[in-house]
């Protein structure tokens, strides 16, 4: 079977890999506009606070690894056009302008997606960043070693735009976020966790300004300032926007479906509406498995469980099952907070019109008679209100507790409920936890029992 993959990232490079490692007979090409294969986004923030060897090793793969397995993999080719009568793409060579046509049997699009950028005046100053891929993570390096910029303006407080804002701080530099949400990772945490987040990020020196909206950067060639809404102007040397992002599908209108906001449209086997061509990745929306609805979400871990799913099925006429989904699972650190979030929030509950219930519990990690190492834990489960199915969790403290996110996640794949979760055989440890583990310390409190600790 003659494959062709469009987009060399986390789904590009695990499509290509699955079909040649775990699969036979299979003719892979991996065609990539960027000029560099395939930088990891995921590390940047490593690599801005000088915890990886070197930008260029922050990678998902070199050509040679993909080339070795029997694949082969080409930068600067721009897929411009699909013919999927004739199973045919026109690919652009962006380093001498040739463009030439090649077949597939099967085309598998990876085409992620772009920083979305603010339309407000002034939006193409210098010094306006974003924060994907490569090139940005030079630009982003530069100025965190330049000692003229004094005053970032972080616009965005998502994940990326909390890595941003922690490394300029940690640079020594004046940070300031603003987003139109009136706490930090609201995506992600509830009020909660997201207070405690916010407390965190204000005492290692971040501003917060929630609750407002960017109406313009300001400057003559270079911006100065960022000004919102309500009038407040904040001096700025450099933005770094990380507001969200846009589908790279623009190329693809007319040639398959795509649904509002440019999401290429897949059916539950991951097929766009064009025969033979599927889709993975940011550009898509997943399952979103404890929701059970699509809904974007913007993570590598989503992109190779999908590119996983289509090489296993890309042969047959029909997949004997449908992708199961994912439960969005992420973890970040921040300052000296970590936290992992999976499933359904009050976030993603609103934004879906679902039913849930939800329970928080606080308390220390391990022991109380422990003095050293004994930090406060948040945990938050969100469940169905009559059958107690659990549908997401968060949770949050100075320990390493960023497993305990995926648990929760395998406890929603299970489809467990807050009953068996309260009895879940965990460990015990005074090194590590409690007499019981938090998670079932969690459930117990949710089903309005006073646990034993
Ligand atoms: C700063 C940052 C940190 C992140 N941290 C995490 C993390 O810790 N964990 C996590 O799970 N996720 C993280 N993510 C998200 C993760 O990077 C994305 O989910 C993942 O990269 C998506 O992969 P993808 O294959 O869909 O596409 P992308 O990574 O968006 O890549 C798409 C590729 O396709 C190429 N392309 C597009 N159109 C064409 C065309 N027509 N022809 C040829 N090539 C084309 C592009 O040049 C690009 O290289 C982070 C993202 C950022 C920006």
Redesign the pocket.
């Known amino acids: 079977m003659k494959v062709i993959v ?8 695990e499509s290509a890999v699955e079909l040649l490692t775990r699969y036979e007979n299979n003719e892979v090409t991996v ?4 000029d560099f294969i ?1 930088f ?3 590390g ?2 490593l690599y801005l606070e000088g915890k990886a060897t070197q930008r260029d090793d922050v990678r998902n793969f070199k050509p040679e690894d993909v080339e070795k397995l029997g694949g082969q993999v080409y930068s600067q ?4 056009k699909i013919d999927p009568d004739k199973h045919e793409v026109e690919v652009k060579n962006l380093a001498n302008g040739e463009t030439f046509t090649d077949t597939y049997d099967k085309l598998i699009l ?6 979305t950028t603010i339309p407000v005046p002034g939006n193409d100053l210098k010094n306006v960043f974003l ?3 490569r090139d940005w993570a030079t630009k982003l390096h530069d100025k965190l070693h330049d000692d003229q910029v004094k005053n970032v303006v972080v616009v965005g407080a998502g ?2 735009g909390i ?1 941003a804002a922690e490394v300029f701080a940690k640079g020594g530099k004046n940070v300031t976020i603003v987003d139109r949400n009136q706490q930090p990772l609201a995506n992600y945490l509830d009020p909660q966790l997201g207070e405690v987040v916010a407390k965190t990020l204000s005492e290692n020196g971040v501003n917060l300004d929630l609750g407002r909206t960017v109406s313009e950067y300001q400057g003559t060639t270079e911006v100065q300032s960022v000004k919102t809404d309500d009038g407040c102007e904040l001096p700025a040397d450099l933005v770094v926007v ?1 507001a969200g992002v846009t589908p ?1 599908t623009d ?1 693809l209108k007319g040639t398959v479906d795509l649904e509002e906001g440019g999401f290429i449209k897949t059916d539950p086997y991951l097929r766009t509406s064009a025969p033979d061509i599927y889709a ?4 898509i929306k997943s399952l979103f498995a404890p929701a059970g609805k699509p809904a974007p979400i ?6 190779r469980r999908q590119a996983r799913y289509v090489a296993e099925t890309l042969a047959m006429t029909k997949p004997d099952r449908s992708f199961p989904g994912i439960n969005g699972s ?3 650190s921040v300052f000296d907070y970590h936290l992992a979030s999976t499933g359904v929030n009050a976030h993603n509950a609103e934004l879906l019109n679902l039913d849930v219930a939800e329970s928080v519990y606080h308390g220390k990690l391990r022991p109380n008679f422990v003095t050293d190492g004994n930090p406060d834990v948040w945990v938050k489960l969100t469940y169905h209100p009559e059958s107690h199915q659990i549908l997401g969790g968060q949770i949050l403290s100075k320990g390493a507790i960023t497993a305990h996110g995926n648990t929760i996640s395998l406890a929603i794949t299970a489809h467990m409920t807050l009953e068996n979760l309260a009895e879940a055989d965990f460990f015990f440890q005074p090194g590590f936890d409690r007499q019981w583990s938090v998670l079932n310390i969690a459930a117990q409190t949710a089903l309005g029992e006073t646990p034993a600790v």
């Open positions: 469009v987009g060399a990232s986390h789904g590009g490079h065609y990539e506009a960027g395939s990891m986004s995921c940047m923030e080719h721009q897929v411009t990876s085409s992620g997606v772009t920083p924060m994907r891929g994940y990326i890595e990380a790279n190329w993975v990745g940011d550009a913007a993570l590598a871990s989503a992109a992420s973890a970040l």
